[in-house]
Each structure stands twice: as structure tokens, then as C-alpha cells.
């Protein structure tokens, strides 16, 4: 089984701050995405990666940035965490075209 | 229109009900078929894939797509209230895509 983890389940943080999200997956996977999730919105694509190194923009990636630096791993960084950024937080990956994606569990973040 | 179109509910049910869950799509070009299981406070889970137009079974659960009306359904036999979820289908185009199209969900509560 494909395993996604997210480093963090619940996460609090100030205006301003930046916030790291890391997620790790082990099944050596090329494609790897952030969504958020926000009710009412649904899943919402802020950026994926097709590779190490290589990273795409979603539909909504404005006040975000990613890192890939390992095939494993994907960090979402919020570069000034604002009040608006309080969301959901969805890891994902995927070894093919057209396949399904596996989650995480998410992280629930908060900013006040 | 919006892509995808999912009724969010909720939908509450009696236990051992039969459970239609549905979405509505506008691109043809859709052939990839997945319906997600989210409970509350986790990462959505797959719980059935399938490819252009037909019905697939798997246990008590059963997914059917009609391309020819770009309508695709969840239906769930003798539901449990271990099924009390949010229920999220996604779709994605051929040639190569690597991203899928979501519903919002419908959330569900079957009641004891």
C-alpha cells in the first residue's frame, strides 16, 4: 500500500509567519501534489511536481511555494501566513497518467 | 457551468438503505472514473476506479458511469454506519493527465 504521511496533523501559526508543510511518500512515486481543501470549495490544486527539482502551478498558488528536493519528499511553504490560508491541507501522489491519487491525512492549519 | 457538479447534501439515511450517490460532468474528454471516500478529519481514500463508460462492483458498492449523458454513480448496498463519510468523485482526460477533476462532495450519515 501507498503511503503518504504529513508531518503534522494540527498546526496553529500567527499572521506573518512562515509555515512549512512536509510531506513524504514511499512508494517512489514522480508526481506529487498539495490541494487544499475548504468547505463549500472543494479540493483545490495549489502546486504539483512532476519530478525532483521540477514543480508546476495549480489554480491557486499565489502565497505559496513548493521544494522538491528528494523523489520522496514535497514541502509547501507559505512564505507570510495569513488569516486566509486557514485551510485543510492535502498531500497527493500518483506513479502514472490517469491513475488515482493517494492522500494523506492531511493537515489542518490555522492561522490567527 | 462548472466542470464537475455534485450535490453536497447532506444526505442522511437508515441503516441497510440503498445509497445513490451522483455527479454531472461537461467535458467529453473525461475517461477515468474515481470515487473517494473522506471521513472527517482524514485524507480522502479511493474506493473505486474505472475507466470509460460500465458498471463495476466491489462488495457492497458499485460504480457506474454513462459517458453518453456524462452522469457517473455510487451506489451502496445494505449501508452501515461505518459508511457515514463524505463521498467525492473525480474525474481526468486521457492522453497523459496526471490531474483529476473533483466533485465537493456529498456527505452522508447513515443513521442506526
Known amino acids: 500500500d501507498v503511503k503518504v504521511t504529513q508531518s503534522s496533523r494540527y498546526l496553529v501559526k500567527r499572521t506573518g509567519e512562515k509555515v512549512f508543510l512536509e510531506c513524504v511518500q514511499d512508494?517512489?512515486?514522480?508526481?506529487m501534489f498539495w490541494y487544499r481543501q475548504d468547505p463549500g470549495l472543494g479540493l483545490r490544486l495549489i502546486y504539483f511536481?512532476?519530478?525532483?527539482?521540477?514543480?508546476e502551478k495549480g489554480d491557486i498558488p499565489e502565497g505559496y511555494s513548493v521544494s522538491r528536493e528528494k523523489k520522496e519528499r514535497f514541502s509547501l511553504i507559505l512564505e507570510s501566513a495569513s488569516t486566509n490560508q486557514t485551510s485543510m491541507y492535502l498531500c497527493?501522489?500518483?506513479?502514472?497518467?490517469?491513475?488515482?491519487?493517494?492522500f494523506g491525512n492531511g493537515t489542518r492549519l490555522t492561522v490567527t | 457551468q462548472k466542470e464537475v457538479e455534485q450535490d453536497p447534501g447532506p444526505l442522511s439515511v437508515p441503516e441497510g438503505a440503498i445509497v445513490s450517490l451522483n455527479c454531472t460532468y461537461s467535458?467529453?474528454?473525461?475517461?477515468?472514473f474515481m470515487w473517494y471516500r473522506q471521513y472527517s478529519r482524514k485524507g480522502p481514500e479511493l474506493l473505486m476506479y474505472?475507466?470509460?463508460?460500465g458498471n463495476k462492483e466491489d462488495g457492497r458498492f458499485t460504480a457506474q458511469v454513462d459517458k453518453s449523458s456524462k452522469y457517473i454513480s455510487l451506489f451502496i448496498r445494505d449501508s452501515q454506519p461505518s459508511d457515514s463519510a463524505t463521498y467525492l468523485c473525480?474525474?481526468?482526460?486521457?492522453?497523459?493527465?496526471?490531474?483529476?477533476?473533483f466533485g465537493k462532495g456529498t456527505k452522508l450519515s447513515v443513521i442506526p
Open positions: 467535458n467529453s474528454a473525461f475517461q477515468y
Open positions: 511536481s512532476y519530478d525532483v527539482k521540477m514543480k
Open positions: 512508494m517512489d512515486h514522480e508526481n
Open positions: 473525480a474525474m481526468s482526460a486521457g492522453a497523459g493527465s496526471y490531474q483529476l477533476t
Open positions: 497527493a501522489t500518483t506513479g502514472q497518467a490517469n491513475s488515482p491519487l493517494h
Open positions: 474505472t475507466y470509460s463508460s
